[in-house]
């Protein structure tokens, strides 16, 4: 059992890259997900640190150990005129779950949504996941039943690239 004392969120730092895939791919295998991980480290260490630095991390740690994760990045709400942070995901390994770390995560989130000024804090959450939906909720997220996501990539991506 972790106390909320002995968690350490920070940033973070190249080194932790290979780590921070591998919590990836704990995520992916969790969601069953794992065959669409494409991705590596390096390319990862690269977008995090790189420049220009398309996204942000944020490792808990208990006990010297990576138990999980936030990844972010900015986006914009032109209704509002700020920008937003996107969460990409949020993982924590089973075994640390219903200890708070996801809680210390996203309240670490919001604290940076209001000290960057911000004008809102928004994620994704697979419909299946109810244990993550309830979470959300009991954090105070709506979560949007009217919105859907919209996705291009790969091949499909590269023939929309061509119609303009």
């Not at 295998?29 to 794992?34: A, D, F, G, N």
């Not at 808990?60 to 700020?82: D, H, M, P, W």
């Amino acid at each position: 059992m972790t106390s909320r004392s002995d968690l350490i969120l920070r940033f973070a730092e190249p080194a932790d890259s290979n780590v921070l895939f591998d919590l990836i791919k704990g995520l992916a295998e969790y969601e069953k997900l794992s065959h669409a991980v494409t991705g590596n480290a390096s390319d990862l260490k690269e977008h995090l640190f790189g420049s220009p630095k398309f996204v942000e991390a944020i490792l808990a740690e208990y006990a010297g150990q990576a138990v999980g994760f936030a990844l972010f990045f900015y986006n914009y709400s032109t209704f509002l005129t700020k920008p937003g942070i996107y969460l990409e995901d949020l993982f924590v390994l089973p075994e640390y779950r219903r200890q708070g770390v996801g809680k210390a995560l996203l309240s670490k989130l919001a604290q940076i949504a209001v000290e960057r000024n911000c004008g809102r804090l928004e994620w994704s959450v697979l419909d299946r996941n109810e244990s993550a939906k309830a979470f959300y909720r009991s954090m105070g997220a709506d979560i949007l039943d009217d919105w859907r996501i919209c996705r291009v990539t790969a091949d499909a991506m590269q023939e929309l690239a061509k119609k303009g």
